[in-house]
């Protein structure tokens, strides 16, 4: 095992900088980034939402919100942390590293606004039952654990076919 080059120790400090201040802008304002999992969330429903100020989006009959733990941060941050500490290592030079990394920042982004729809969505169903938040619980726990896994062998697998070209 060779010891991390002084680039990497810079490129891993970076990475955690920029989850530490992707946390806190998208923490600032809960409306703007809960807004494209209320628009499609009203598209696939039908339903209408009104924004509560330290809440999020409630649907108008009460049925469930969505609400800042919904935003999927912390698994984008997770996600993105994944990515760049178990593959950046299989890039080369500075400026593919980079690339890399802005790559797997927008990736993490976007699969954790996909997963968490999906997460809500599969849910919605569940809402009007007594036993709704340990089954939301389960059902997100279970598709985060999933989701990762997934993205785990996806980026494996591509790393091994890289080296076999």
């Known amino acids: 095992m060779t010891p991390l080059k002084r680039s990497n120790i810079i490129l891993y400090a970076l990475c955690l900088g920029m989850c530490a201040a992707s946390y806190i802008i998208l923490n600032r304002n809960i409306e703007l980034t809960l807004l494209p999992h ?55 030079g500075l400026k593919r590293k980079i690339a890399a990394m802005a790559k797997f920042y927008l990736l993490s982004l976007a699969l954790a606004f996909i997963i968490t729809i999906i997460r809500i969505s599969v849910s919605v169903p569940f809402c009007t039952w007594d036993k709704f938040v340990p089954i939301h619980n389960t059902i997100s726990l279970l598709i985060y654990f999933i989701s990762g896994l997934i993205l785990y062998f996806v980026m494996e697998r591509r790393r091994l076919s890289d080296e076999k070209n």
Do not use: D, R, W
């Open 38 to 92: 209320k628009t499609v969330l009203s598209y696939l429903f039908n339903f209408n939402f009104i924004f509560k100020e330290g809440v999020g989006y409630e649907q108008t009959n009460g049925l469930f919100t969505v609400a800042k733990n919904c935003m999927g941060i912390k698994l984008f941050i997770n996600l993105f942390i994944m990515m760049v500490f178990g593959f950046l290592h299989n890039y080369t």
